[in-house]
T-cell receptor
Framework: GAGVSQSPSNKVTEKGKDVELRCDPISGHTALYWYRQRLGQGLEFLIYFQGNSAPDKSGLPSDRFSAERTGESVSTLTIQRTQQEDSAVYLC????????????FGEGSRLTVL | AQSVTQLDSQVPVFEEAPVELRCNYS??????LFWYVQYPNQGLQLLLKYLSGSTLVKGINGFEAEFNKSQTSFHLRKPSVHISDTAEYFC????????????FGTGTRLKVLA
């Protein structure tokens, strides 16, 4: 597509429910990144994919968070048993490769956990 | 660990006035610096980047930034702002040009007043 697409744009869920957030990167971009932005804070790195492998998952906050990617295409970030502190905007970005210096971001998925 | 400080959370400025958005970083190694902009209802996009060479970097829409190693700063400037520059601006640092672990600041909301 023309840009990075994320869905849903907004998600309200109850504490304890599971949620899935989807990211469709720019066609041909091999690298994909997930960031989180909590209110009043900077972007927080979560995980990075090169192709469908994730060399670095160190930013995932807990084992309730997981992510996968199909080939060099769609990625899904899953949060199990959501907690109120998971409320944030989840941003996905992609880049042509690992060493290009520019990330292309989606508009984000705003998650609210009640 | 690297960190990025954007001291100003909001900057109001009148149209056609100059503006400077401040960014300071902490690092003892080579750094690569970026400014991203997020217009309302859009994803973040790269405004400019410093990888090497001239310390004065020019970006899109008339913005420029100067890398000052001694002051560990990378302030963003524009000599004359437009209403359309109203957006949130994020400073980011990495320790290699294409590293996935960008460290982002908390952002500065620029509001241009008529």
């Amino acid at each position: 597509g023309a840009g990075v697409s994320q869905s849903p744009s907004n998600k309200v869920t109850e504490k304890g429910k599971d949620v899935e957030l989807r990211c469709d990167p720019i066609s041909g971009h091999t690298a994909l990144y997930w960031y989180r932005q909590r209110l009043g804070q900077g972007l927080e790195f979560l995980i990075y994919f090169q192709g469908n492998s994730a060399p670095d998952k160190s930013g995932l906050p807990s084992d309730r968070f997981s992510a996968e990617r199909t080939g060099e295409s769609v990625s899904t970030l899953t949060i199990q048993r959501t907690q109120q502190e998971d409320s944030a905007v989840y941003l996905c970005a992609s880049s042509l490769g690992f060493n290009t210096g520019e990330l292309f971001f989606g508009e984000g998925s705003r998650l609210t956990v009640l | 660990a690297q960190s990025v400080t954007q001291l100003d959370s909001q900057v109001p400025v009148f149209e056609e006035a100059p503006v400077e958005l401040r960014c300071n970083y902490s690092s003892s190694v080579s750094v690569y610096l970026f400014w991203y902009v997020q217009y309302p209802n859009q994803g973040l996009q790269l405004l400019l980047k410093y990888l090497s060479g001239s310390t004065l970097v020019k970006g899109i829409n008339g913005f420029e930034a100067e890398f000052n190693k001694s002051q560990t700063s990378f302030h963003l400037r524009k000599p004359s702002v437009h209403i359309s520059d109203t957006a949130e601006y994020f400073c980011a640092v990495s320790d290699s040009p294409g590293t996935y672990k960008y460290i982002f600041g908390t952002g500065t909301r620029l509001k241009v007043l008529a």
